[in-house]
């Protein structure tokens, strides 16, 4: 029997936001920094991730990379999903005011 490497899936953690964040907007910049920076917790995987915000797709990057969500108002559920695997991270829940 040859030992291969094993094919259990690395778990994704998201790193930032926090679960329950609070993130208040600022009404006099401009919409385009008001973003959320979406990261997962280092995990040495080189996998591509799907990022959703409330179950719907809202980017695909490396799982390294930092991406930046335009916040909205309200309450939202972001989660990270590897794209060729039925693996996803726990949700984290942020509102944005």
Excluded: C, Y
Excluded at 56 to 76: L, S
């Amino acid at each position: 029997m040859s030992e291969g490497r094993a094919t259990v899936a690395t778990p994704l953690v998201i790193a930032t936001p926090e679960h329950n964040t609070h993130i208040w907007r600022n009404p006099e910049q401009p919409e385009r920094f008001n973003r959320l920076a979406l990261k997962l917790a280092p995990s040495g995987a080189d996998a591509q991730i799907v990022w959703t915000i409330d179950g719907e797709p809202f980017a695909t990057a490396q799982a390294g990379e930092t991406v930046f969500w335009p916040m909205t108002p309200g309450r939202h559920r972001i989660q990270a999903r590897l794209a060729l695997a039925p693996v996803a991270s726990r949700a984290v829940k942020v509102v944005i005011e």
